[in-house]
């Protein structure tokens, strides 16, 4: 049984219909890249499944129990954690308190708390020199690393990414994505939307497509990197194979 399965989903806001009729399933422990244009739904889904936006039609299903019209508090309970768009890292907390935030619907003493604070920043050794400053002297590099940290303290079993790369260099966004791969080695399932197709797909077993809130291609990251379609719209051009016929 899958850990998380949309089936006919349909969600928006107020009268555009910014999803229609999705359906996708994440294994436990996989990596799913969503790949697809701006405003093609991507962050919409999201946030259906973290319980932010009201689905108007279809099911969805955590560890095969029904999650569509909960509270986000009670998804995140159940083992689902959104790691927003933009980080939303607090300006006026420090880095610590940024990630504390993310174990606040917890039931934890606060030496187990701090443990697990430490676990997590095991994973980002390059934020601990700036554990105790402000959000807001934070680099883009340094909050995104301490948005994923902050979600990762909620223990999630399924991990939502929403574009993890937006703005950062390339040698963060391969820090950043290394890490991805190994949390997901460890057991925890990603849904990851990502611009960067070229480098999502390097980390996913398996990548859905979208298209004007519709899913337009599916398959393993292996088929969907040498997809012309995809090629040509998110990753710079035709298939070797093909490029190569053309010439």
Request: zero cysteines; charged letters at 20%.
């Amino acid at each position: 049984m899958p850990l998380l399965e949309l089936d006919s989903l349909a969600a928006g806001y107020g009268r555009v219909e910014a999803i229609e009729a999705l359906t996708l399933h994440v294994e436990n422990g996989e990596i799913v890249a969503l790949l697809g244009a701006n405003g093609a739904g991507k962050s919409t889904t999201l946030r259906a499944i973290a319980g932010l936006l009201k689905p108007r039609k279809g099911t969805i299903r955590f560890d095969g129990r029904s999650i569509e019209g909960m509270a986000p508090e009670a998804i995140v309970r159940l083992g689902i954690a959104l790691v927003p768009e933009g980080r939303r890292i607090f300006p006026g907390l420090t880095l610590r308190e940024n990630i504390l935030i993310g174990a606040a619907g917890r039931r934890i003493a606060r030496r187990a708390l701090a443990a697990e604070a430490e676990r997590v920043l095991d994973l980002f050794p390059e934020i601990r020199p700036a554990i105790d400053a402000p959000g807001w002297t934070l680099s883009g590099g340094q909050q995104q690393m301490a948005a994923i940290a902050r979600g990762l303290m909620a223990r999630p079993r399924l991990l939502l990414l929403d574009e993890p790369s937006l703005g950062l260099a390339p040698l963060i966004v391969d820090r950043v994505f290394r890490v991805l791969a190994r949390l997901a080695a460890n057991g925890t399932a990603i849904l990851l939307v990502e611009q960067n197709a070229r480098m999502a797909l390097s980390i996913a077993a398996r990548g859905y497509v979208l298209a004007a809130g519709r899913l337009a291609v599916a398959g393993s990251a292996t088929e969907l990197a040498h997809d012309d379609a995809v090629r040509a719209a998110y990753l710079g051009g035709a298939s070797d194979a093909t490029a190569e016929a053309t010439r």
